[in-house]
């Protein structure tokens, strides 16, 4: 059974040090409840409750179920990865403690804190990519966590592939993947990101289906992106400007999607995701219109 999540971000709560801050959790969970969702991600560490007991109770009587919680790691610096570790671990106490056993750590790049790849998303070159020896730190540190991860809390860990950081690319993707144990990190797929890094989504929910224990619709603006390579735009720029777009008003093509994951039979979570900075434009405007397109492909 496929089921409808959404996630803070898509409110403006977002994992970056950013100068205006979102509405306050309560209201964000409640718009999303009343969007007819039936899920939410964690958001970053803070913004809901820390009590388990608390974040049980809230989600209850907003009839949302917790599917997930985004863990930044800066896995290319060795030197991070305890202090990550640590960060997961928490991460996954919570979720496991307030009695969403089922959740997974979504693990990525500590995305934004890099200046050439967040100068430069959605254009990455390969000389602003991982070296050889700095793949073999990357790929060790992802599956640290995520052994930790499963061995502590009997949790799953997936990757999700990020612009403005490390594995942005589908060549960079590829290494991720290939590289790992398919038994210990899977993928979370995001529609947008995997776009706006320049890749076709449906190619990567074909090519690696067996991996994909997640999934986030993010639709891309083309045109916006066009402008992003042409102003040379950074990656909050271009999130500011737009480039991920309501659903259904961007070009990935969520019906074909649609159709493969019915056609597979995947039975999980799709959790939209429209980033936005705080501040911008109506997010409840936004959700009920991703959910009304959503509807509109059969889910």
């Known amino acids: 059974m496929i089921r409808i999540a959404n996630a803070p971000c898509s ?15 309560s209201e964000v969970l409640r718009e999303m409840s009343e969007s ?14 820390t009590d388990p007991s608390q ?27 305890e202090e990550g570790i640590t960060r997961a671990r928490k991460t996954a106490r ?45 790929i060790s540190g992802a599956e640290y966590v995520a052994s930790v991860i499963r061995e502590d809390f009997d949790m799953r860990t997936v990757f999700h592939h990020h612009c403005a ?9 590829a290494i991720l993947m290939e590289h790992t144990d398919p038994e210990l990190l899977g993928l979370c797929l995001d529609m947008g990101h995997y ?9 990567a929910l074909l090519k690696y289906y ?27 720029k271009s999130v500011e400007k737009g480039v991920f777009c309501e659903l259904g008003k961007g070009d990935v093509n969520f019906k074909r999607i649609v159709e493969i994951l019915k056609d597979r039979k995947y039975n999980g979570w799709i959790v939209v995701e429209q980033d936005v900075l705080p501040g911008m434009g109506a997010p409840k405007i936004s959700a009920l219109a991703n959910r009304q397109f959503i509807n509109t492909l059969g889910l």
């Open 11 to 25: 409110w403006g709560a977002l994992e970056f040090d950013l100068s205006h801050k979102p509405m306050g959790y």
């Open 36 to 49: 007819g969702y039936e899920g939410t991600e964690l958001g970053d560490w803070g913004f809901m409750p």
């Open 55 to 81: 974040l049980s109770q809230e989600l209850d009587q907003k009839n949302l179920e917790l599917l997930g919680a985004f863990v930044p790691i800066l896995l290319a610096d060795p030197g991070s990865h």
């Open 94 to 138: 919570l979720m496991f403690e307030a009695g969403f056993q089922n959740a997974f750590i979504v693990l990525a790049d500590n995305n934004g804190s890099v200046p050439i790849r967040t100068l430069n998303a959605g254009r990455i070159t390969p000389s602003m990519q991982l070296t050889d020896h700095q793949w073999k730190i990357f």
């Open 165 to 173: 950081g490390y594995v942005e690319t589908p060549d960079e993707l």
């Open 195 to 203: 776009r706006f890094g320049g890749g076709n989504p449906i190619e």
């Open 210 to 236: 067996e991996r994909i224990w997640h999934i986030h619709f993010k639709d891309f603006d083309p045109s916006v992106g066009e402008e992003t390579r042409k102003q040379k735009w950074d990656y909050f």
